[in-house]
């Protein structure tokens, strides 16, 4: 299964890690069943989809991992356009069926103070969770591999693990409808200066092939935005 691990060893992995890195992050989960979800993305507290914000302008590249060809194109996490409904393969980027995940990075093309990183998904069933770590570079450490592959820990490369994310419920019947996620320093102040964002993705469920998340957009607000 390549460098994606199972569902019960990742909440293992975010129980031994949490305390570290909950100290200086803060992550903001909302849902939105499919009763009440719409095109609008309209969180209580997880700001709505930006059209002008960092990400808008960053190179998207696939690092690890093969895009299910019923999906978009990396584009999609970065263009504005929204899904209008919850099954909308061509509006969200996904995974092939039957893998587990994969990794995505995104470059600034410069060092750029970020503020807040926010993310979208939307299904109607268990590919509506978002499940992945985040991690972040400058790109100024001597060891820095821009694109390591799954077997390699970005930790050992120049990467800095920013938090990890689960938005999955205690009953994946519930799983369904629409994910918003805001990640931003606890303390205030931004998440630090960083060129690169590495998105290391995991499946939401391994009862079948179809356990990939369906990534509406990615948002990166840069400090003072």
């Not at 978009?72 to 980027?93: H, T």
Request: hydrophobic fraction near 35%.
């Amino acid at each position: 299964m390549k460098h994606w691990i199972a569902t019960a060893a990742f909440t293992l992995a975010m129980l031994l890690v949490q305390t570290t890195a909950s100290q200086t992050t803060k992550v903001v989960t909302e849902h939105n069943s499919n009763a009440t979800a719409t095109a609008a993305f309209k969180f209580k507290s997880v700001p709505s989809p930006a059209k002008d914000d960092a990400a808008a302008r960053a190179k998207i590249s696939l690092v690890d991992g093969e895009l299910d060809g019923n999906g978009a194109d990396l584009s999609a996490l970065n263009d504005g356009m929204l899904p209008a409904e919850a099954d909308e393969p061509a509006r969200n980027l996904f995974f092939n069926a039957g893998t587990g995940g994969g990794r995505l990075r995104f470059d600034f093309g410069s060092v750029t103070e970020i503020a807040q990183v926010n993310t979208y998904s939307w299904h109607p069933d268990t590919r509506g969770p978002q499940v992945y770590r985040l991690w972040a570079s400058d790109g100024s450490d001597a060891k820095f591999n821009p694109e390591p592959k799954g077997n390699i820990d970005p930790a050992s490369c120049g990467w800095k693990l920013i938090t990890l994310v689960d938005t999955r419920s205690k009953q994946p019947a519930d799983d369904g409808g629409q994910y918003g996620v805001s990640i931003s320093n606890g303390a205030g102040g931004s998440l630090g200066k960083y060129r690169y964002l590495l998105f290391d993705c995991y499946v939401t469920e391994t009862a079948d092939d179809f356990g990939n998340t369906f990534y509406s957009e990615i948002d990166v607000i840069a400090a003072g935005k």
